[in-house]
């Protein structure tokens, strides 16, 4: 059974300070891992989705890795900001096509102090 | 392109009520999938549809139970409520035919059991 794991709960940072949120999955048999941001009681928005057969993805100042051997993925936020705030999951796909569902990590709730 | 969407925003029932909640997919995708999400935790998959067909199911009781219409909306009926069916619903839509299969999530729906 797929487990997905973030650590720490929550993390406190300075404004424009780079950082690093991590994400570990148990089962390396993955078509796809996505990150996601959540702001308080909202839906999830997409940020970057990785393919198996990539490395990592890019866009502004996020920073997807993606390492399935060890069964790791980072998302690193450059010079971080205030709207930067508010809780990241990771999501695994075990497989395209039929009953493939995400596994989620409960989140990390990132908070960017001015 | 039209986003996912989903109605109500929030909605108080109290035990033993039943509600239904929907969703409308991203223009072009044909699978919806649903997820609980308890507060502080991350979403657990509820059961999917295609093609107006349950294509999977999470560990949910079959008081929870779906539609999915031809135009690939989608509805989720859960009966007698009980206290800790209080959560955020979100649905998302995807189409496997894409190829990185990414999903796209709504904004949720607030379910408060009283």
């Known amino acids: 059974k797929q487990e997905v794991t973030q650590i720490p709960a929550a993390l406190s940072v300075p404004e424009g300070e780079n950082l690093v949120l991590n994400c570990s999955f148990t089962?390396?048999?993955?078509?796809?891992l996505q990150w996601f941001r959540q702001d308080p009681g909202k839906g999830l928005t997409s940020l970057l989705l990785i393919q198996s057969s990539q490395r990592e993805q890019t866009s502004g100042r996020l920073n997807a890795s993606l390492d399935k051997s060890s069964g790791r993925s980072t998302l690193y936020i450059a010079a971080s900001q205030p709207g930067d705030s508010a809780t990241y999951l990771c999501?695994?796909?075990?497989?395209?096509?039929?009953?493939?569902?995400?596994?989620f990590g409960k989140g990390i709730t990132l908070s960017v102090r001015p | 392109e039209t986003g996912v969407t989903q109605s109500p925003t929030h909605l108080i029932k109290t035990r033993g009520q039943q509600v239904t909640l929907r969703c409308s997919s991203q223009s072009g995708h044909n699978t919806v999938s649903w997820y609980q999400q308890a507060l502080g935790q991350g979403p657990q998959f509820i059961f999917q549809y295609y093609r107006e067909e349950e294509n999977g199911r999470g560990n949910f009781p079959p008081r929870f139970s779906g539609l999915q219409f031809p135009n690939y909306s989608s509805e989720l009926n859960v009966n007698a409520l009980e206290l800790d069916d209080s959560a955020l619903y979100l649905c998302a839509s995807s189409s496997p035919a894409s190829g990185d299969n990414e999903q796209f999530f709504g904004p949720g729906t607030r379910l408060t059991v009283l």
């Open positions: 089962d390396s048999a993955i078509y796809n």
């Open positions: 999501a695994v796909l075990p497989y395209t096509g039929a009953n493939s569902k995400l596994t």
